[in-house]
């Protein structure tokens, strides 16, 4: 189903139009027009999903395949050094965008860009609260 006040339904189906990297009946591939790195693209499928937990299994798994082809013409043509695959769910992560959206970032040396987060130092006996927490 197209949500009808969703930008990304409206670009994912071309009634607003986008720089188009792929399409196929499922998904299109556009450049972001907010770009952390020169090529940075965005995987969007056509039925709306607001995010990675709302995604039918097949797409999830469409999603990654398109990633892994496209990263690989980016790295032929773009001769980008390096590639971040980004996936934001919940305003907490960055999502500002509520349709799933899986974001393609050639990354250059030196390109001046970052994705990193600051490393914690949990115990081993927190480490397996966590797990237990996550497991059971
Ligand atoms: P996120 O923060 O993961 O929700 O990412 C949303 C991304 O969508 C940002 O990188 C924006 O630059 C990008 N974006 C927002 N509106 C558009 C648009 N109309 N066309 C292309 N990219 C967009
Ligand atoms: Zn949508």
Redesign the pocket.
Known sequence: MRKDDC?FCK?ANGE?P?KTLYEDPEFRV?????PATKG?A?ILPKEHAGDLYELPEESAAKAMTLAQKIGKTMVQKLHCDGLNL?Q?NGEAA????RHF?L?LIPRYVNDGQSINWKPGKPSDEELEAIRKTIVQ
Request: no cysteine.
């Open positions: 930008i670009i607003i986008s556009i450049l972001d027009l907010g940075h965005l980004v934001n960055g999502q500002t965008v959206h974001h």
